[in-house]
């Protein structure tokens, strides 16, 4: 497995090859976790959040934020269709969500440049996690509270009120992602130290 470092201080940039990988199994979480569908697993929470961060922080192509945004909308609707799901998320507001998406992307690729390798960059990553999960939560669920046209009246004082019953869980759905996503990556990455190390001592 190929690794360049664009800078000293960024992660690690994979090869054409493994860069394919890597989005292919984002696809795949995205498939496995969205929605109400053939290939869904139900008692996984939708990983739909961590995968634009992460497609920010690992994928070098910029169409992969609009790629992976077709790919929801498509299991949306492909679940709408096949009567899994009703439209009460398919509303006005959905607009929305690419707004939200896109600074999930983004802050992924803030955090991309501000990596460090080791223990030290923990907080880092739960800085810029906490941001961007804010941000995103303030597009996705307000846009939709107020906009959706699902809610008669929607003030300023009921989104307040029902934040602590869903900003909670979205931002530890979006933080355990992303920590299991990184975990792996470093254990892969020792790995293939130990491999090499084993090579050259051969």
Known sequence: ??????TA????????????????????????????HFASVDALPSASWAIFFLAGALLRPMWTLPAFFVLSTVLDLGSYAAGTITDWCLSPAYWALALAYASLWLGGRVYRGLHRDGWRDIPRLAVVLLVTGSVAYLLSKGGYWFFSGRYPEPDLQGFIARIPAYYPRALGTLAGYVGAAFALRAIWRAVLRSAAMGEARS
């Open 9 to 36: 201080s960024s992660l690690p940039v994979a090869s054409t090859r493994d860069q394919w990988a890597v989005g292919l199994a984002l696809a795949a979480l995205m498939v496995a976790t969205r929605g109400q």
């Open 1 to 6: 497995m190929a690794i360049v470092n664009d």
